[in-house]
């Protein structure tokens, strides 16, 4: 049997390496990489604004060896005038040579009996998955779900057909007629696939500041909601711009006149997809933030706009054509607050990706 014990500073080689061979990033065991690993888990884990010494990473140490890691990361979130405490678990690696059963559930449940309100894990695969729900976890379906947006069609089903080993050969030469195609769909005024920006609203670049003065202004207290300061938002769109190596990220706030109505951030990866991170919006301002999102995804060259299921929009993303589907990964949630459970089963939670696991990954 091994232990299991607060992540330290000292750990994070042995981790770097664990990381590595279970999520088979493709860097050499060298300085430089050790490095940025380094960097990593001391940013992320560490030393981000909302640590907590009560709510620490964890790793499974057998036999003077560390065969398991999960990531911990606190967030504060609020409803009805009351203050939770969140947990984000990030990271969950288990050293497939080691007794992987023993090893991944006493870390997921070393995660959930901790002092937290709410547990999360956002990006969770069927396995982890299966350990949550057997240790009295509950997975939130409807939040699993994700949509996409078609921006250029005909590049996205080459793109989809490049993904399918048996389609994969048709790729290729179908490409030349995917542009012809969308260049013809995508300009022609009453397509669907033609975008143009809401002329009620204009968009300016997102500053932390911008964001903090809507969300004070506008955000209900009876919806779950994540709490931002400047610093913790900063740091959240920090780490999402680290990830620039595997594309761009784009943030925006909508107004109309002088008045904020909504902001989005999504990641463009090189697969020209608009990963979508975060979409708010006052009352029912909503299709001009979806216009202006679309818009500007299709102008940067993405070939569709793709993200999670938020309730409170899931007429408005019905209405501008989007398409849903179930492709992983899960949303899991553990609480004895029958409130929350209630906000994350119906409309009434606001938790995006942007608040999640995605700005947590290793770059």
């Known amino acids: 049997m091994g232990q299991i014990r607060p992540f330290v500073e000292g750990d994070i080689p042995a981790v770097a390496r664990l990381h590595r061979a279970v999520f088979k990033t493709e860097e050499r065991a060298d300085a430089g990489s050790l490095d940025a690993y380094h960097a990593y888990f001391m940013g992320v884990f560490l030393e981000n ?55 991944a559930v006493r870390l997921a449940r070393a995660f959930l009996d901790g002092p937290q309100d709410l547990s999360i894990s956002d990006e969770a695969s069927d396995i982890t998955r299966r350990i949550w729900e057997g240790l009295g976890g509950m997975t939130a379906l409807l939040r699993s779900l994700h949509w996409t947006r078609p921006l250029r069609p005909a590049a996205l089903a080459v793109a989809t057909a490049r993904g399918r080993p048996r389609l994969a050969p048709l790729a290729l030469p179908l490409s030349p007629i995917a542009t012809m195609v969308d260049a013809m769909a995508t300009r022609i005024p009453h397509s669907h696939f033609h975008q143009s920006p809401p002329q009620s609203s204009s968009t300016e670049d ?158």
Not at 53 to 73: A, C, K, M, Q, T
Not at 75 to 88: L, Q, T, W, Y
Not at 258 to 275: C, F, K, M, P, S
Request: a negative charge.
């Open 49 to 103: 604004p909302l640590r907590d010494r009560d709510l620490p990473s964890f790793v499974y140490e057998e036999h003077d060896r560390i065969v398991g890691f999960l990531g911990v990361v606190p967030r504060r979130m609020s409803m009805k005038g009351h203050r939770f405490r969140a947990a984000i678990g990030s990271q969950f690696v288990v050293d497939p040579s080691a007794s992987f059963g023993n090893v």
């Open 206 to 363: 997102l500053r932390e500041d911008t964001v903090l003065s809507y969300l004070s202004a506008i955000e209900p207290t009876d919806v779950l909601h994540v709490e931002y300061d400047e610093r913790t938002l900063h740091w959240l769109l920090d780490r999402a711009r680290q990830r620039k190596a595997t594309g761009s990220v784009h943030a925006a706030v909508i107004r109309n006149d002088q008045r904020i109505i909504g902001w989005y951030v999504y990641h463009l990866d090189r697969e020209r997809l608009a990963n979508v991170l975060h979409i708010d919006a006052e009352g029912g301002a909503i299709a001009d933030v979806l216009g202006h999102l679309f818009y500007q995804a299709s102008a940067q060259g993405a070939i569709a706009a793709t993200g999670r299921v938020e309730p409170r929009y899931l007429q408005a993303l019905s209405d501008t054509y989007c398409l849903f589907h179930r492709r992983g990964p899960w949303v899991l949630l553990n609480t004895a607050v029958a409130d929350l459970v209630r906000s994350f089963e119906t409309d009434t939670a606001v938790f995006s990706r942007f608040d999640g696991e995605w700005c947590l990954g290793y770059c």
